[in-house]
Nanobody, 115 residues
C-alpha cells in the first residue's frame, strides 16, 4: 500500500506557473502507474496527466503543451509542472497511484487561477 500527499497548490494569476508535488510513502512510486486528476467546482474529477510505471506519459487535451508530468525515483515523488495557467485550470488537483485493480488517492491540493 502507498500513501500520497500532494502539495504546491495556491493562488496564481493567469499566465503563471505552479509545480505540484505528490510525495509517496510505503512503496516506490515507480511501482505504480501515476496520474494527476483535477476536480473543478460542480464538475467530475478528470484525468489531467499520467505516467506509467515504465515512464510513458499522456495528457488531457486541455493541458497538452502546458503541463508536464515527471517522476523523481530518489525522492519518491511525482510532479506536475503547470505553465501558462488559465482560470479554467482552477480545481482541486489529486494524485493517484494504480497497479492492477488497486488504486490510491491523495487528499488533493487546491489551485486557483485568477484572471
Amino acid at each position: 500500500q502507498v500513501q500520497l500527499v500532494e502539495s504546491g497548490g495556491g493562488l496564481v494569476q493567469a499566465g503563471g506557473s505552479l509545480r505540484l508535488s505528490c510525495v509517496a510513502s510505503g512503496r516506490a512510486v515507480s511501482f505504480y502507474d501515476m496520474g494527476w486528476y483535477r476536480q473543478a467546482p460542480g464538475k467530475q474529477r478528470v484525468l489531467v496527466a499520467s505516467m506509467t510505471s515504465g515512464g510513458s506519459t499522456r495528457y488531457g487535451d486541455s493541458v497538452t503543451g502546458r503541463f508536464i508530468i515527471s517522476r523523481d525515483n530518489v525522492k519518491n515523488t511525482v510532479y506536475l509542472q503547470m505553465n501558462s495557467l488559465k482560470p479554467e485550470d482552477t480545481a482541486v488537483y489529486y494524485c493517484r497511484a494504480t497497479r492492477g485493480v488497486s488504486g490510491y488517492w491523495g487528499m488533493g491540493t487546491r489551485v486557483t487561477v485568477s484572471s
